[in-house]
Every structure is written in C-alpha cells, then in structure tokens.
C-alpha cells in the first residue's frame, strides 16, 4: 500500500505504542507532534479524532484511533513486516490484543487511579481484581516465549508497552517473568528506534517550552 502514514502523536503519551508499531512495519511515516489541552483539542484535529486525543494513524484517506486498533490494522496493512498470525490461527493474538484494551489497562489505571473494587462487586467489572489480571498475565507469559506464543507479533508492541511502563512507574508488579519478557523485547531494533525518534521530540519540546 502506497498511500502516505501520518502519525498524530505526543512523544509523553501512548502515542509511544504507535510509533514502535510503525516502526516495527519498516515503512516510511510522517510524524506530527500535538500538545496536550492545545493543538490537540483544536478543531482541525477534532475533524480527525473527535475525541482529541493522540495517537491517530492516518493512511491515505482512512482514520484509525485507539492503540489496540492501530497496531492490529498496521499488522494487517502491511502482512510483509509478520506481525499477525494467519487468519486460522488468530485466537490467541485476539485474545491478548483484547485483554491488553480491556481488563489490563482498566486494572492498571483504577489501581494508579485508588479506585478499589469491593470483593462483592468484583463481579462488575471486566477485569475482576488486579491480582487476577496480574496472576493471568503471568501465567501466560510463563507459557509462551510472546504474548500469543511463539513468536513476537503486534499484540506483543501493544501488551509489552503496558508491561513496559507498568514496571517504569510501578503500577505493574515487578515480577521476573514481566521483567524478562519486557527485557526481549526493549532489545528490538523497532523498539529501541522508536524510543530515540520520542527522546529527541521530547528534547526539541522541552527547547521551546
């Protein structure tokens, strides 16, 4: 597909996952780089993502938001970059790439957020406990050498970047297996490309804070 990628972006936001996927489809992309409660509440960018909120993808004409949906559609964009699995074999990089939009992050932010679930009320909530979300997650990743088994796919980019900063900002356990696991992955070309291209973005913003 020829038709040019802009990423919307923050280099301080999830736009981060984003930028790694796009990094890891090795194909030429377009940054624009918003601020917070400025450029991105501005009604031009409210025309692209109502909600004005970053990351957007756009390619060519269509629109995709939500981090979870950017990586799985750039999985499928571009098939040549291997990061989903056949059709017939999807169920597990399904699975994770929804757990990862649902029970994870709603988890991880309630609990970085106080909010706490009574134990009678459990049963409200998609994820159930933190501890249940955590045990679950490990239990995956002492299974599989990925997230969806044995090989490294986009539901990796997206679940590895929770754990990610989970562990940077303690609001994931620092369990061995979510160190190791997290420890592949940031040794990744993609990876470590997408996190310079941020820092330096970081950097320029900070010159002209």
């Known amino acids: 597909m020829t038709d040019e990628l802009v990423l919307y972006t923050n280099p301080m936001s999830r736009g981060r996952i984003a930028r790694w996927m796009l990094e890891e489809i090795g194909v030429p992309y377009r940054a624009e780089i918003l601020q917070f409660g400025s450029s991105m509440k501005d009604e031009a960018y409210r025309a692209i993502n109502p909600m004005g909120k970053v990351p957007t993808v756009a390619h060519g004409k269509t629109i995709v938001t939500e981090c979870a949906a950017i990586c799985a559609y750039l999985a499928d964009a571009f098939p040549a970059a291997g990061l989903a699995p056949p059709p017939t074999a999807r169920a597990n990089y399904y699975r994770w790439m929804f757990f990862g939009a649902g029970p994870l992050e709603a ?11 009574p134990p009678d009320r459990e049963r409200m909530v998609g994820y ?73 973005a970081i950097a320029e913003m900070q010159k002209t804070a």
């Open 107 to 117: 988890a991880v932010v309630n609990r970085v957020l106080g909010v706490e679930v």
């Open 128 to 200: 159930g406990s933190f501890t249940d979300v955590m045990n679950t997650l490990e239990l995956a990743l002492r299974t599989n050498a990925y997230i969806a088994g044995d090989s490294f796919t986009a539901a990796d980019v997206y679940v590895g970047s929770q754990i990610g900063w989970g562990l940077q900002f303690g609001s994931i356990e620092k369990r061995s297996v979510f160190e190791q696991y997290f420890g592949r992955l940031s040794l990744r070309s993609a990876y470590l490309a997408a996190a310079e291209k941020d820092d330096l």
